[in-house]
């Protein structure tokens, strides 16, 4: 029955794209989905498969899934049909939940250079489910196992790639670390970090500035890296820079107080109940 859309959710996850799977869980009156319906809905907002439904169900479900992919976490959203505006659609009189999951290509986790540390931030960063590409000339598949790329040849730094879905980590033991901080900024890289003594990193840092580099750019670099945990020894230090791009990553999110969090449920355990017919997204 949904063969067609299996397959486009498997063209879309080769081909490294985000995007959200929707799905009917529930209807109680009248409603032109049913239970079970499904709806793949890209990064933009547009359905590429799919339906769950027309007229404000479709453009409130299409803006609520751009926002699971932006926050990268699934929604549960009820749909009060029954508010629905004449002029836009009659009204259906009915509700609907809906569960809203983004579907995201593995975050990438560069690392810059090679050494006992980068060999650890690999087998930490591989735990923590992310892409591993490693580049440096002396990079090699015996001491980086769990990477997915090794590069060892790029004199202008263009075989890999850097987007806001990339960990950037320079190890690179002062070795043309200012090129790849700058190349990581440009890419609007999500976390930047430069392995280095506390004087380096001043050091490199200020050259930036020096030759262009925006301070609120710079501003983003994490150096040192990682976090204060007393690290000692190589695998210590690559921990305390992994907590630090899990705590960055998922930080988002605020802690709610477990009373306030079960007072909450009482009244509804959906993510959003939406009255209006809304067709925009955002």
Not at 123 to 148: C, H, Y
Request: glycine letters at 8%.
């Amino acid at each position: 029955m949904y063969s067609a859309l299996y397959t486009k959710m498997a063209e879309l996850t080769a081909e490294g794209k985000s995007f959200a799977l929707a799905t009917v869980v529930r209807v109680s009156g009248s409603s032109s989905a049913k239970q079970g319906s499904k709806a793949i809905i890209d990064a933009h907002g547009e359905i590429a498969a799919g339906w769950v439904g027309g007229g404000c169900a479709e453009g409130a479900v299409r803006s609520e899934a751009v926002k699971c992919i932006q926050q990268e976490r699934p929604r549960f959203i009820t749909l009060d049909m029954s508010d629905e505006l004449l002029g836009v659609g009659m009204p259906c009189g009915g509700k609907m939940d809906v569960y809203i999951e983004p579907i995201l290509p593995l975050p990438e986790l560069l690392i810059v250079g090679h050494g006992r540390i980068a060999e650890a931030l690999a087998v930490i960063g591989r735990l923590m489910g992310f892409s591993i590409a490693v580049n440096d000339p002396g990079a090699n598949r015996q001491s980086f196992p769990d990477a997915d790329r090794i590069v060892t040849e790029d004199f202008d730094l263009s075989e890999t790639p850097i987007t806001s879905r990339s960990f950037v980590v320079i190890a690179t033991m002062h070795k043309n670390d200012h090129l790849w901080l700058r190349k990581a900024l440009e890419g609007n890289a999500a976390y930047v970090a430069l392995i280095a003594s506390q004087h380096r990193s001043k050091l490199v840092l200020d050259y930036l500035l020096t030759t262009g580099v925006p301070a609120e750019k710079v501003n983003k670099v994490w150096a040192p890296a990682g976090l204060d945990l007393g690290a000692v020894t190589p695998e210590e230090i690559a921990l305390s820079i992994m907590s630090q791009i899990v705590a960055l990553r998922r930080g988002n999110a605020s802690p709610v107080p477990l009373k306030a969090s079960c007072a909450a449920t009482e009244n509804t355990h959906a993510d959003k109940v939406i009255h209006e017919c809304r067709t925009e997204r955002g």
